[in-house]
């Protein structure tokens, strides 16, 4: 009986050095494979999570801002087109009026 609890302490004792050396392995495994990574990613020039979302933010504001100028071109555009209107419709009843008060000077200036 004593030979069975020494071999299985002995077995215990295996399996604790080994897990404990798994588990080294395992940390020096991980940390060899992200200092590849990091490698890997660094020779493909990607960009940072926090440069991305500047960026990101950036373009929302560039969009956000294009709205809001295309609105106000588009409000200036029909201001313009109503003025125009109001100038042609305004203007074909002043060239008229135009006309018959040149017309009575020149009529006034023959009689003199």
Do not use: C, P
């Amino acid at each position: 009986m004593q030979t069975d609890n020494r071999i299985l302490d002995d077995f215990a004792r295996v399996l604790s050095g080994a897990v404990t050396a798994a588990s080294g392995v395992r940390e020096e495994v991980e940390a060899r494979l992200r200092q590849q990574l990091e490698g890997v990613f660094e020779r493909m020039d990607l960009v940072n999570r926090e440069d991305f979302e500047v960026v990101r933010d950036m373009a929302a504001l560039a969009r956000q801002e294009n709205e809001r100028l295309s609105a106000r071109i588009e409000a200036l555009e029909a201001r313009v087109e109503a003025l125009e209107s109001a100038k042609k419709i305004g203007g074909s009843a002043s060239s008229k009026r135009k006309k018959t008060s040149t017309t009575g000077t020149k009529k006034a200036q023959k009689a003199s």
